[in-house]
């Protein structure tokens, strides 16, 4: 294994950013397995970092019971999309950020060359003003606290909303050169295989919310459950 790309050079200087209530770019952060390293590293100088997922919903319908749906019935989810964009440096393309041995590091240079999936992880750090006085305030939320073992990332008093992207394979991959711009930007398409917290158990039971048979959920459900008839349910008060 190679030495990982040198992160403490004068382009990876980390700058400030305001405190919103607001999210703002400046505040999330993306890692991955850079080539040579055995922990998460932040990947610097994205220009881009998105996600897209969607899934049919399908109408149900009776004959003779006139232009009435009956039930909508979710289809099976696609698989979540990353848009991932960065500018290309020298020394670490997009493929080493990822931990593909390419560019300098080695002889990967085409989609084909990829041999296993890589994972992602996407910290939106909160600011400061909302870890203190929104979710202290509140008690916080386990989606929203530090995850074990990654203080190096997010300061003690700072929280962040942590999504892992699990077993990554690149959809397509680009750059362009062009004579009226300087800047290389390399362009990406990755698809996810699932999604998940980090800490979390998830299965059939998990607690989503709007549940209509947990009473002790604290939060409302669709009115379309409020009771068993076919008459029109009364929204609570």
């Known amino acids: 294994m190679g030495k990982p790309a040198d992160t403490s050079n004068y382009i990876y200087r980390m700058g400030t950013a305001p405190n919103t209530r607001a999210a ?29 997922e969607s899934r049919a919903v399908d109408p149900i319908r009776g004959v003779g019971y006139g232009d009435q749906i009956a039930e909508l019935v979710p289809g099976v989810t696609e698989p979540m999309t990353l848009t991932i964009n960065k500018t290309l440096l020298y020394a670490v393309n997009l493929f080493q950020v990822f931990g593909y041995k390419g560019g300098v590091e080695g002889l990967v240079r ?39 073992g990654e203080g190096d990332f997010v300061a003690d008093s700072v929280r962040a909303l942590v999504t892992y992207y699990e077993g990554c394979w690149m959809e397509s991959y680009s750059a362009s050169y062009s004579a009226d711009a300087a800047i290389v930007a390399e362009n990406s398409s990755v698809k996810v295989t699932d999604i998940i917290d980090g800490v979390s158990t998830y299965g059939e039971f998990i607690d989503t919310g709007l549940a209509p048979v947990d009473a002790s959920a604290g939060s409302g459900t669709s009115i379309r459950f409020a009771g068993n008839s076919n008459n029109v349910a009364t929204p609570a008060a």
């Open 110 to 148: 085409s989609l084909k060359h990829h041999r296993w999936p890589f994972d992602v992880k996407q910290e939106l750090v909160f600011s400061e003003l909302v870890s203190k006085f929104d979710l202290d305030a509140a008690g916080g939320g386990k989606a929203a606290t530090n995850q074990p």
């Open 24 to 52: 703002i770019s400046q505040k999330n952060k993306v890692f991955s397995y850079m080539v040579g390293a055995d922990s998460l590293q932040q990947i610097g100088v994205l220009s881009e970092f998105g996600h897209d």
